[in-house]
């Protein structure tokens, strides 16, 4: 297999940083379905029934919320359309631990309402910052970052399920 037009891509110093910091910034997302489920279910002693509703609360969220979300990207900007997701998941995730459960199916809701669009937002930089012609291989190196993602969240959630 040649790695020639991977090594291309990874030698611009920008797309390079954004590959490795959206590993970075989509470990949260990743790994929030499963961390809520334990939480549920070891720190508050309910059922996976109950944590299937928080999971249903996220959907139904960024089911709504992705839509608008991105219709704020195009009307605002990325940056300040950004700063209420920001803001939004910053106060729902770190007081969700301390929630009761119809607070915590609440703040689940606008959690995925307000979820920061990171998996769109690196594909269009991608594209704004590589050429066409190497855009395939720039969008591939952001899968194999997506998969990577992936890895890591399931590992910490196995090892926090464990412990």
């Not at 928080?54 to 605002?76: E, F, H, Q, S």
């Not at 119809?102 to 809701?109: C, G, K």
Request: hydrophobic content about 55%; charged content about 15%.
């Amino acid at each position: 297999m040649n790695f020639a037009a991977y090594r291309e891509i990874l030698a611009v110093g920008p797309v390079r940083r954004l590959l490795m910091i959206a590993i970075v910034a989509r470990i949260p997302h990743a790994a929030a379905g499963v961390l809520l489920t334990l939480h549920v279910v070891e720190s508050m002693h309910l059922t996976y029934a109950a944590a299937g509703s928080i999971a249903a609360a996220i959907t139904v969220g960024l089911a709504i919320g992705a839509p608008w979300r991105g219709r704020m990207v195009d009307v605002y900007g990325l940056r300040k359309a950004l700063i209420p997701s920001v803001i939004a998941e910053v106060v729902v995730w770190g007081t969700a631990p301390f929630l009761n459960f119809q607070l915590l199916i609440v703040a689940a809701f606008i959690g995925g309402l307000f979820a920061g669009p990171i998996f769109s937002v690196v594909r269009q930089a991608l594209g704004v910052m590589v050429p066409q012609e190497q855009r395939r291989t720039a969008y591939a190196l952001d899968s194999m970052g997506g998969e990577l993602t992936f890895m890591v969240a399931t590992r910490r959630r196995c090892h926090a399920g464990h412990e």
